[in-house]
Structures are given as structure tokens and as C-alpha cells.
């Protein structure tokens, strides 16, 4: 059986492909742009030429996040916790806490040993808070989004962002330019500010290993090391971590699908 999970974020719309919910036959990802829709028929075109199928040959669509009702032709919608949850254990199958710091929100999750979701938190009140935050620095301080990580890692005096709004967080950025605050410093410093956000909230949940990010941050080396080091213990990533929540997508699928194949008929036989 052939499964895609597709999860529509406000940033991204990420897809997997996988044959009987555990090899993975194709990966792909393409920018929202506010058309969700598009971008996400996009990927799944994309994931079909990667895999070498043709689209009747995919048995079951699963998608997650926030633009998850927008595809008619899915088969099953999942929430973001539920799909983060199962594709975290699907990489690191010891995952007891699962961290998702999203363009939007950041969220944690306690999940069981079968990767249930036990207890869950979030944080989307302000983008000082998540991944836009780092977009925005980005732009206003002029360093490329995949240099921000490589730079941060040279800081040797990180400058934390005190501030939890993201307006004051941005003035305060530019009050350490002005300073003469040097750029790591000021990058590691927003790596760090959005690790202690999401350390609260892992608080909350429980921390416990083996702990594990998913999500668009995860490709971050300056985020990764910001974690580490707030919670003082290893983070479990890999490059497939950017694609966890479609991979959960597609293994709930393909769990859906096997059980509606193995299910009695009307008659019970």
C-alpha cells in the first residue's frame, strides 16, 4: 500500500510518500505562499515523479496542519499534535517528548511508548515565539535565513531577547546593533530566547528522555545547539525531522487504510 501525508503549515507544505507506512519513497516541500491548495498539489505531484507512480497508484492521502481541510480529495484529516507525535517515534522510536517550534507556534508534546500524545502545550500568542520570529530577524538584520545557524554557532557572548512580544523583541535587536552588540551574539541570542520559550512549555508537558524537534527550525544548527543547551541534554535530529509530521500523516494513513481493508464486510465475512 502506498500513503502520502501531506502537512499544510503556514510557512511550508511538506509531503512524504511511504510504501506500507514504513519505507519512504519520496520527500518534498514547497513554500505555502498563501495558496496552500496549489502549493500542496504541487508536492504531491512532486513526491509522485520522485517516487516513479503514477497518482492512481497512491491508495490513501492523509493531511495535518492548519490548511488540512482544504485538500477535497484527502481521505483523512489529522491534527498537527497526532502527526507530529507519530512521525517523531517514526525516526527515533525511544521519542518520549517531542518538540515543534513552527512558523506559527511552538509546540511540545509527551507522547506514550505506541506514540500517543499524552499531554501537549503550545505557543502562538506572539511570533516571538516560533519560527517567523527568526524570518524576521533575518530580513532586518541581512543574513540569508540558512547562514543564521552557522553564524550564531560563533557567538561567544550570546545576547538574550528579553522581550516577549515580538515588536519589543525587534527593538531590542536593534538597540544591540546600535550598541555594537557583535552579530553572532545577537543571532544566538534569538536561537536562545526561542529555546527558553519552548523549554517552558517542555516544562509543562514533562521532560523526560529521549527528546526529540521536528519542524522547520530543526534544520537550524544554531536552534539545535540552543536547545541543547538550555535543557542540558541531547535533542534527537536528522534530516528527515523537517518532514515529521507528514511522515506521521502517512503512517496514520496507511493505518486507516489497512484497517478498512481488513474489515468485515456487511455480511461479516
Given at each position: 500500500?502506498?500513503?502520502?501525508?501531506?502537512d499544510?503549515?503556514?510557512?511550508t507544505?511538506?509531503?512524504?510518500?511511504?510504501?506500507?507506512?514504513?519505507?519512504?519513497?519520496?520527500?518534498?516541500?514547497?513554500?505555502?505562499?498563501?495558496?496552500?491548495?496549489?502549493?500542496?498539489?504541487?508536492?504531491?505531484?512532486?513526491?509522485?515523479?520522485?517516487?516513479?507512480?503514477?497518482?492512481g497508484?497512491?491508495?490513501?492521502?492523509?493531511?495535518?496542519?492548519?490548511?488540512?481541510?482544504?485538500?477535497?480529495?484527502?481521505?483523512?484529516?489529522?491534527?498537527?499534535?497526532?502527526?507530529?507525535?507519530?512521525?517523531?517515534?517514526?525516526?527515533?522510536?525511544?521519542t518520549?517528548?517531542?518538540?515543534?517550534?513552527?512558523?506559527?507556534?511552538t509546540?511540545?508534546?509527551?507522547?506514550?511508548?505506541?506514540?500517543?500524545?499524552l499531554k501537549?502545550?503550545?505557543?502562538?500568542?506572539?511570533?516571538?515565539?516560533?519560527?517567523r520570529?527568526?524570518?524576521?530577524?533575518?530580513?532586518?538584520?541581512?543574513?540569508?535565513?540558512?547562514e543564521?545557524?552557522?553564524?550564531?554557532?560563533?557567538?561567544?557572548?550570546?545576547?538574550?531577547?528579553?522581550?516577549?512580544?515580538?515588536?519589543?523583541?525587534?527593538?531590542?535587536?536593534?538597540?544591540?546593533?546600535?550598541?555594537?552588540?557583535?552579530?553572532?551574539?545577537?543571532?544566538?541570542?534569538?536561537?536562545?530566547?526561542?529555546?527558553?520559550?519552548?523549554?517552558?512549555?517542555?516544562r509543562?508537558?514533562?521532560?523526560?528522555?529521549?527528546?526529540?524537534?521536528?519542524g522547520?527550525?530543526?534544520?537550524?544548527?544554531?536552534?539545535?545547539?540552543?536547545?541543547?543547551?538550555?535543557?542540558?541534554?541531547?535533542?534527537?535530529?536528522?534530516?528527515?525531522?523537517y518532514?515529521?509530521?507528514?511522515?506521521?500523516?502517512?503512517?496514520?494513513?496507511?493505518?486507516?487504510l489497512?484497517?478498512?481493508r481488513?474489515?468485515?464486510?456487511?455480511?461479516?465475512?
Open positions: 500500500m502506498i500513503t502520502a501525508g501531506l499544510l503549515g503556514a510557512g507544505v511538506k509531503g512524504a510518500l511511504l510504501e506500507d507506512g514504513e519505507r519512504i519513497l519520496a520527500l518534498a516541500s514547497r513554500p505555502s505562499r498563501g495558496v496552500p491548495v496549489t502549493s500542496a498539489r504541487a508536492v504531491l505531484d512532486e513526491l509522485e515523479e520522485g517516487a516513479n507512480i503514477a497518482p497508484e497512491v491508495d490513501y492521502l492523509c493531511t495535518t496542519g492548519f490548511g488540512r481541510y482544504a485538500i477535497p480529495e484527502r481521505h483523512l484529516q489529522v491534527s498537527d499534535f497526532t502527526s507530529s507525535a507519530r512521525g517523531a517515534r517514526f525516526l527515533f522510536p525511544r518520549r517528548l517531542v518538540v515543534d517550534i513552527g512558523s506559527q507556534a509546540r511540545t508534546m509527551a507522547v506514550s511508548e505506541t506514540g500517543k500524545v501537549f502545550k503550545m505557543n502562538e500568542k506572539c511570533a516571538a515565539g516560533a519560527g520570529f527568526v524570518e524576521r530577524c533575518s530580513k532586518y538584520l541581512q543574513v540569508p535565513l540558512d543564521m545557524g552557522p553564524r550564531a554557532l560563533e557567538s561567544a557572548h550570546p545576547k538574550l531577547i528579553s522581550s516577549v512580544c515580538a515588536v519589543l523583541a525587534e527593538t531590542e535587536i536593534i538597540n544591540n546593533v546600535a550598541e555594537g552588540v557583535p552579530l553572532s551574539d545577537i543571532l544566538m541570542g534569538v536561537f536562545l530566547s526561542l529555546a527558553q520559550r519552548a523549554h517552558s512549555l517542555m509543562y508537558v514533562g521532560i523526560q528522555p529521549e527528546v526529540t524537534l521536528v522547520g527550525l530543526v534544520r537550524s544548527n544554531g536552534m539545535v545547539k540552543a536547545l541543547r543547551d538550555t535543557i542540558g541534554m541531547e535533542v534527537n535530529i536528522s534530516a528527515d525531522s518532514y515529521a509530521a507528514a511522515l506521521g500523516a502517512a503512517i496514520l494513513g496507511h493505518a486507516r489497512r484497517k478498512l481488513t474489515a468485515p464486510g456487511p455480511s461479516g465475512g
